[in-house]
């Protein structure tokens, strides 16, 4: 059997235009991924501007909301102070004619009635739009007071100018009826009570 001998190919030069056109693809692919590369940081960019924006947007309207919150919170609270304002106007004037309407009843005359009115006034305590009146802690009427000022005040009051022993205007004889208002706040309220016949 005889050998072969194979002889190795040797080879071929690839000819200038091949490297040409090899060269010009690569360049092609190249240039392509220089694009591509391009593409893609403009892309990014943009992402990153529209989240810019985006953050921008969301602080500016949270500023807004911040704002908006701010401003409507003053606005309840000035229409509160309105209303609480309004409140104590109504309540002033609810107590006032009140108070008048007591000491025109009782007055003599206007400087009278006009002090009347302040005394009454002290006594009424207002809640919920209805006006009641203490004297010594205790809750009387209308009548109870108009008596603890004729006692009080005999020279304001109608009907009081008369002069006798045991007579209201006069002058309290031994015959007259004795109170403690000048002791504790338990015998002012007891003195009082007795007065006006509140434990009846």
Do not use: C, W
């Not at 694009?35 to 985006?54: G, I």
């Not at 969301?58 to 304002?85: D, I, N």
């Not at 409140?87 to 004037?93: I, T």
């Amino acid at each position: 059997m005889s050998e072969e001998i194979v002889k190795p190919e040797q080879p071929t030069q690839p000819s200038v235009e091949d490297l040409q056109a090899e060269i010009d693809r690569l360049k092609g692919h190249h240039t392509k991924l220089l694009d591509e590369t391009k593409t893609a940081k403009q892309k990014a960019s943009e992402l990153e501007a529209a989240q810019t924006k985006a953050e921008e947007d969301r602080q500016k309207e949270k500023g807004e909301f911040k704002s908006l919150y701010e401003k409507t919170q003053a606005e309840l609270e000035g229409e509160r102070t309105a209303r609480r304002e309004e409140s104590a106007k109504r309540r002033d004037l609810d107590v006032s004619s009140n108070a008048l309407s007591i000491a025109a009843s009782i007055g003599v005359d206007e400087g009278s009635i006009r002090l009347l009115k302040q005394e009454i006034a002290s006594y009424a305590v207002y809640t919920d739009g209805v006006i009641s009146y203490q004297i010594g802690g205790i809750t009387v009427d209308k009548d109870k007071v108009a008596q603890h000022l004729t006692a009080e005040y005999p020279r304001l009051v109608k009907g009081n100018q008369s002069s006798g022993g045991s007579a209201p205007g006069g002058k309290q004889g031994g015959s007259a009826a004795k109170s403690d208002f000048g002791g504790s706040r338990t015998e002012r309220q007891a003195a009082i009570a007795k007065r006006f016949n509140l434990n009846e």
